[in-house]
């Protein structure tokens, strides 16, 4: 893919993650893991960003490096909210997707990265 199709799409992502938060219930519980979906959910798109100014590339693999991490932590909070009952894991189902498929093409790029050093 792309960077600035990635770009968008760690954007677009972030986004959603916001707008998963903005719908949970008011229990302390979702509050709770929605805080932290939501503030890892969006650090990808803003890890994403500044791994795409990188000016070399050891930097740009320790960007992707926090990225990685970022989108494994939501995936958690995530998990967490489905296996708790707080959201049905269908409703989750396609953030949960997303989630994993920028995961793998994150963890693609690394390994791209890495061959080239």
């Known amino acids: ?3 600035d199709n990635l770009r968008e799409r760690t954007k677009a992502y972030a986004l959603r993650i916001i ?3 903005a719908a949970l219930p008011k229990a302390d ?3 709770t893991l929605g805080k932290q979906a939501l503030r890892s959910g969006t650090a990808v798109a803003a ?5 795409s100014r990188a000016r070399s590339n050891a930097e740009l693999s320790a960007k992707l490096g926090l990225v990685e991490q970022e989108l494994d932590e939501t995936l958690l ?3 967490l909210l489905g296996e708790s009952g707080i959201v049905k894991t269908e409703r989750l189902a396609a953030l949960v997707d997303e989630t994993e498929q920028l ?3 994150i963890v693609a790029a690394q390994k ?3 061959g080239r050093r």
Not at 47 to 51: I, K, L, P, V
């Open 112 to 114: 791209t990265l890495k």
């Open 29 to 31: 519980a979702a509050r």
């Open 19 to 21: 707008k998963m938060f």
């Open 1 to 3: 893919m792309k960077h």
């Open 77 to 79: 909070w995530l998990e």
């Open 47 to 51: 890890n994403y960003r500044e791994a």
């Open 103 to 105: 995961l793998r093409m």
